[in-house]
C-alpha cells in the first residue's frame, strides 16, 4: 500500500535534482510492487504541488471521495488502471495513471 510505501521511506525523495536521480532511486527499490508505490507518491506530489498542473486536488485512487467514484465510474471492484483523480482549478476532473517502464532508465535526463 502507498501510505505503508511514504511511511518506511520518508526520506526517499530527499536531495534529487533531476528525474533521472528519481528513476534510478527507485529502479534500486527491491519489488516491483515497492517501485510503483514509490512512482505513484511522487506522481501524486508532482501534481499536487506544480502550477503548471493548475491542479485544485488531486487524490491517489483509495483516497478518491466514493461520490466521485460513482461519478466517473469508478467504483467496479475490478482494476481499471487509474491510480488517482485530479480536480483541476476551473473544476474539470480527470483521471490518471501513474506507470514507469522498465527501459525509461535509459530515457534522456530532464535537468531542473
Known amino acids: 500500500m502507498v501510505q505503508d510505501f511514504v511511511r518506511t521511506s520518508q526520506h526517499q525523495f530527499d536531495d534529487l535534482k533531476k528525474f533521472s536521480d528519481l528513476e534510478k532511486r527507485i529502479s534500486k527499490l527491491p ?27 488531486v487524490w491517489s485512487f483509495n483516497n478518491i471521495p466514493p461520490s466521485y467514484k460513482r461519478k466517473f465510474r469508478l467504483d467496479t471492484k475490478k482494476d481499471m488502471g487509474v491510480d488517482g483523480l485530479l480536480q483541476a482549478q476551473v473544476m474539470n476532473f480527470t483521471e490518471f495513471i501513474d506507470k514507469q517502464e522498465e527501459d525509461e532508465a535509459d530515457s534522456p535526463d530532464e535537468s531542473e
Open 31 to 57: 519489488t516491483e510492487k515497492e517501485r510503483g508505490d514509490a512512482f505513484e507518491v511522487f506522481a501524486e506530489a508532482y501534481l499536487a504541488t506544480q502550477t503548471i498542473m493548475q491542479a485544485r486536488k
